[in-house]
């Protein structure tokens, strides 16, 4: 499985972002996910989609702000980025895993990563 993020950008402070995230293959049978690296931090999961159930978990610093959703018919999913601060400065990363956790972005067994995709909120 291959993954492409795009939609990356410089963007004020309030502003939004599409990020969208294609894959090379049907995806409908993976758990499917958003992570983010800022300057000089860990990895961040974000949001991510278990397939078992089509529930979706959001962390707790962008609940209500960031939407996660997927077209398996495109074999895209996409993240929209509203209201949008500073310190959402970060690559965003696309990935597909054979399971995810419901409930939570934990994930087992094989993953997939696409190259991650700058967004950078500055005024």
């Known amino acids: 499985v291959q993954l492409q993020a795009s939609g990356g950008g410089l963007v004020q402070p309030g502003g939004s972002l599409r990020l969208s995230c294609t894959a090379s293959?049907?995806?409908?049978?993976?758990?499917i996910g958003w992570f983010r690296q800022g300057p000089g931090k860990e990895r961040e999961a974000l949001s991510c989609i278990s397939r078992s159930d089509g529930s979706t978990y959001y962390t707790d610093s962008v609940k209500g702000r960031f939407t996660m959703s997927v077209d398996d018919w495109k074999n895209t999913m996409y993240l929209e980025l509203d209201s949008l601060k500073p310190e959402d400065t970060a690559v965003y990363y696309c990935a597909a895993f054979d399971t995810v956790v419901v409930g939570t972005c934990r994930y087992y067994g094989m993953e997939y990563w696409g190259k991650g995709t700058q967004v950078t909120v500055s005024s």
């Open positions: 293959t049907y995806m409908a049978y993976y758990g």
